[in-house]
């Protein structure tokens, strides 16, 4: 737990579902933005958390995967780079993805 994020728990997920984190700037539009990323890629939200604190929310989703293949660092990167996320993560499911951010712009990973 992180004293500057709002508290975000889901129950266990499923299995063979990915876990996949989002924080934001508390502005509206933001859970729509995800959701239409993930939806635009034939991925089903299983499962999904929005809390906030001030100016910060927190995303917490559970997905799964459509029949098409996807690459999911890209897929991260195309969340983490629109104005106002502020960072992802990918917690379970596939070795290699994780923490992305993005400053002023710019991808980190």
Same mark, same amino acid.
């Given at each position: 737990?992180?004293?500057?994020?709002? !508290? !975000?728990?889901?129950?266990?997920? &499923?299995?063979?579902?990915?876990?996949?984190?989002?924080?934001?700037?508390?502005?509206?539009?933001?859970?729509?933005?995800?959701?239409?990323?993930?939806? &635009?890629?034939?991925?089903?939200?299983?499962?999904?958390?929005?809390?906030?604190?001030?100016?910060?929310?927190?995303?917490?989703?559970?997905?799964?995967?459509?029949?098409?293949?996807?690459?999911? &660092?890209?897929?991260? &990167?195309?969340?983490?780079?629109?104005?106002?996320?502020?960072?992802?993560?990918?917690?379970?499911?596939?070795?290699?993805?994780?923490? !992305?951010?993005?400053?002023?712009?710019?991808?980190?990973?």
């Amino acid at each position: 737990n992180s004293v500057n994020f709002p !508290a !975000a728990a889901l129950p266990e997920r &499923k299995e063979g579902s990915i876990r996949v984190t989002v924080a934001t700037q508390n502005v509206p539009g933001m859970l729509a933005y995800i959701s239409d990323v993930f939806a &635009k890629h034939g991925i089903n939200i299983l499962q999904q958390i929005n809390t906030s604190r001030g100016d910060l929310a927190y995303n917490v989703i559970d997905v799964e995967l459509g029949a098409d293949t996807i690459d999911l &660092k890209d897929l991260q &990167k195309e969340l983490t780079m629109h104005d106002g996320v502020l960072s992802s993560r990918i917690l379970f499911g596939v070795a290699g993805a994780g923490y !992305a951010r993005n400053i002023e712009g710019s991808y980190f990973v």
